[in-house]
């Protein structure tokens, strides 16, 4: 509900529903922030209001003021520097390079029933909600108030949505050197919780207090970034997964980003987020709008669960495509990590039949396809098939994966080129240089200049007739580089992109498209507009898929987050894990396989099979379901998702130490006084892992490097014990004792074998409804 009503010290506009609340006033023509978080009443709003009189000593009292007020110490949604405030501001703008102080005043508001759309393609929210417009209007002799500023505020079932668009009416040209998409100064102290990394290891969760030194989220690569996700997390003091107050950010952006929080002297917290302002200078002409990408912001009073479940919400309505929203992802075979560059028909063809047997049910081509693409040396930019590895063409291939059963899904990395490539001969000059410096590569590319409108036309026409020739379901997009270009040319080469994918994927909304950026080099809310899923990471060892996975949790549903299994030892740590856990982690993403086929022995092929046929089964629950991190024991993982009628906990293990105590799995969120049954997922484990121990569990004395037990391991499965348990929701989320780890007595089938990188997986289903209070 939004609403505009007279408080004692002016207008009032309230945003709230049972999950957020904003309440903004208007005082001295300043927009001001009465409150923004826990659900309030619209009478509140007299409550909420700071006292007035903390100007003194050296501040600036703000013009439109009486003599005791200063912007410096006032709580607002917007601000601007050169009127008193000295904490950092969201806008900077220049004229003939001097710069301007607009003195924005609010002059009007408009109940909307959503946003109005971009002047381009832009990322955006989707399916509208009640949108509120606040219009300032600048007061410097410099400009004219034909130069505003508008303020929108969207209100989602769990979000708000915020906007800012700025008018040049001044008569003459403006440089916008920072607008920023949202800013609002909070009560109290905060923590910020970030995540970063780089190839490989991105999303790694970090957490610092804020304090009167600036903490910054900022990414200057291009894009959003492994380095640093767009995404952040405000906590209050003593905030857990489950309990305490938390604020979550998140931009419609995926180029560089900048977010930034900071403690005032009176208690408020200024944090803001927006385009990354670094280099960046955007000449806007009379007459033209700069319109901010979209920021979304997330309450919850319920810990960080319930702020990733807010967010989780938001996104898999609001911002997946909409022919994708709940839709089901299917189970994908990649032939990357398996092949590389080294494939024909015949091998393909080869694997695919494997998949189908395994239960997969798209079968998708990765690099190497085109041109002179043998190695990451050369090729990229030349999308003519390569007729020595598929005679047949993509036609022929897609035909006969078709002819198996599977869809069909194939690789571009359409915003590159490689220098030695017959796109890099003709047209050298569309590719992004460093301006008086020259190519920097980067996996032996170079970015191509989607700012360029021949550019993209070319990458439009030539990824489109590829899709419209061979019969393709998916389209994995990759990007391998960061960026050349600084500032306003890497603005605009996003604008390009998103120009690109919305003139090639809007008019075929049935195909699915998989972001992908050397991994999750961009892994944002704008890819997601397009996008509905994003290869997490080419790291796929399931003990740091970890941290990756859980990383991206806080912000991004599962739905979103491409996770496959892959061979042992991984190819990116070569730790060796078991097949199990490497299926129990890629569950909780959008679950595939990407390891060579080939040489699967027929135990790996039945557990793969039974993988497959287990994610099918829970699919719904898996990519829908709502999702929480639960406590654990021993730095050990504890994911659960629920859905309909059944919740999956899984619990995952680092590294085991001898006489390993008791072990509980708890279980949250689930309807406490109901009966439950809790079921471990069969798992098998091989002969072979127990090398020379194996011995103490055969009747007669086996050579452990011999024959015998080689055959056995290819063949024979041995089982961890399995459990089964009927209680009441309360204890599942006071935690129930599992069966006890191994302990060096021995192989049983009642104890749990588990080594280094075990895991399991619990299905847990309502065996009935809850009980009567006890009397
Ligand atoms: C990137 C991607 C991988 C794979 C290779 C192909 O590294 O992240 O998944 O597609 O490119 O070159």
Redesign the pocket.
């Known amino acids: 509900m939004i609403q505009q009503f007279d408080a004692s010290f002016g207008k009032c506009f309230y945003l709230g529903n049972e999950s957020v609340c904003c309440i903004l006033g208007i005082h001295r023509g300043q927009v001001e922030l009465l409150h923004f978080g826990a659900p309030l009443l619209p009478e509140d709003a007299e409550a909420m209001a700071l006292p007035e009189g903390l100007g003194w000593g050296c501040s600036v009292i703000y013009k439109h003021a009486d003599s005791s007020v200063c912007l410096d110490t006032s709580a607002l949604a917007w601000s601007e520097s050169g009127l008193g405030d000295y904490r950092e501001t969201p806008l900077a703008l220049s004229k003939d390079g001097q710069p301007v102080v607009p003195d924005f005043v609010f002059s009007s508001s408009r109940m909307l029933p959503e946003m109005p759309p971009y002047a381009f393609p832009m990322p955006h929210a989707r399916g509208g909600a009640e949108t509120l417009e606040l219009v300032l209007t600048a007061n410097s002799s410099l400009l004219t108030d034909n130069t505003t500023l508008s303020l929108y505020f969207s209100l989602y079932e769990t979000a708000l949505v915020r906007r800012t668009v700025l008018k040049n009416g001044s008569g003459s040209p403006l440089t916008v050197s920072k607008m920023m998409s949202v800013m609002m100064d909070l009560k109290g102290s905060f923590s910020m919780t970030s995540f970063h990394g780089n190839w490989s290891t991105e999303m790694h969760r970090h957490t610092v207090p804020v304090k009167r030194a600036r903490t910054v989220n900022e990414s200057v690569s291009g894009f959003s970034s492994n380095r640093t996700n767009p995404g952040f997390i405000l906590s209050k003091a003593g905030v857990t997964e489950d309990a305490g107050e938390v604020y979550g950010f998140n931009l419609l952006w995926s180029g560089n980003h900048y977010a930034s929080a900071q403690k005032s002297e009176q208690g408020l917290t200024r944090v803001m987020q927006g385009i990354s302002p670094d280099h960046f200078a955007h000449t806007l002409e009379d007459g033209e709008l700069f319109e901010s990408p979209e920021a979304v912001l997330c309450w919850s009073g319920c810990g960080l669960n319930g702020l990733s479940s807010n967010m989780h919400r938001f996104v898999n309505k609001h911002i997946i495509p909409s022919y994708w929203q709940y839709r089901e992802r299917p189970v994908l075979y990649?032939d990357?990590e398996g092949c590389?560059f080294s494939f024909n028909e015949t091998k393909l063809l080869s694997l695919a039949k494997k998949a189908k047997k395994l239960g997969c049910e798209l079968f998708v081509l990765?690099?190497?396809w085109f041109g002179e693409r043998n190695s990451?040396t050369a090729g990229l930019g030349d999308y003519t098939v390569n007729r020595e590895k598929l005679p047949g063409g993509l036609e022929g291939l897609s035909r006969r994966i078709h002819a198996l059963g599977l869809d069909f899904g194939l690789?571009f990395?359409p915003e590159a080129v490689n220098p030695d490539s017959d796109l890099y001969r003709a047209h050298p000059d569309w590719a992004l240089h460093t301006p008086g410096i020259g190519d920097m590569l980067s996996?032996n590319e170079l970015l191509l200049d989607l700012t360029k409108p021949e550019v993209r036309d070319y990458i439009v026409s030539s990824v489109s007739a590829i899709l419209d020739r061979a019969d393709i379901q998916y389209v994995?997009w990759?990007m391998?580089r960061h960026s050349a270009a600084l500032g306003e040319k890497a603005y605009a080469y996003i604008l390009g992109l998103y120009e690109v994918l919305d003139r090639i994927f809007s008019a075929r909304p049935h195909i699915l498209l998989e972001g992908?950026?050397?991994?999750g080099n961009r892994f944002d809310l704008g890819m997601l507009c397009y996008a509905p899923q994003i290869?997490a990471s080419?790291d796929t060892d399931p003990i740091e898929r970890l941290d990756i996975q859980n990383g991206l949790s806080y912000l991004y549903p599962v739905s979103t987050i491409g996770a496959h299994i892959s061979v042992s030892p991984n190819m990116q740590t070569l730790r060796a894990t078991p097949l199990s856990t490497r299926a129990n982690a890629a569950f909780f993403g959008c679950f595939g396989i990407e390891m060579d086929l080939g040489h699967l022995l027929p135990v790996e092929e039945q557990e793969l099979k039974e993988s497959v046929e287990y994610y099918i089964a829970h699919r719904n629950t898996f990519q829908f379901g709502s999702f929480r991190r639960n406590q654990t024991e021993d730095g050990a993982v504890c994911w659960q998702v629920t859905g309909k009628d059944e919740t999956i906990a899984a619990l995952f293990h680092r590294l085991i130490h001898a006489g390993p105590g008791y072990e509980w799995l708890y279980v949250s969120g689930l309807d406490s006084k109901a009966v439950y049954s809790m079921q471990s997922r069969k798992q098998a484990l091989r002969v072979g892992q127990f090398g020379a121990l194996v011995k103490h569990i055969t009747p007669i004395e086996l050579n452990p490097n011999g024959m015998v037990l080689h055959t056995a391991d290819k063949y024979y499965r041995m089982h961890d014990a399995t459990e089964e348990t009927v209680c009441s929701g309360a204890a599942l989320q006071a935690g129930i004792p599992l069966a006890p780890r191994f302990t060096g007595t021995g192989y049983r089938e009642d104890i749990r074998v588990q080594g280094d990188f075990l895991s399991n997986v619990y299905l847990i289903t309502k065996e009935s409804k809850a009980q009567d209070d006890p009397v």
Do not use: Q, T
């Open positions: 990649n990357w590389m990765d690099d190497g990451d690789w990395e996996r994995k990759d391998n992908c950026a050397s991994g290869w080419d």
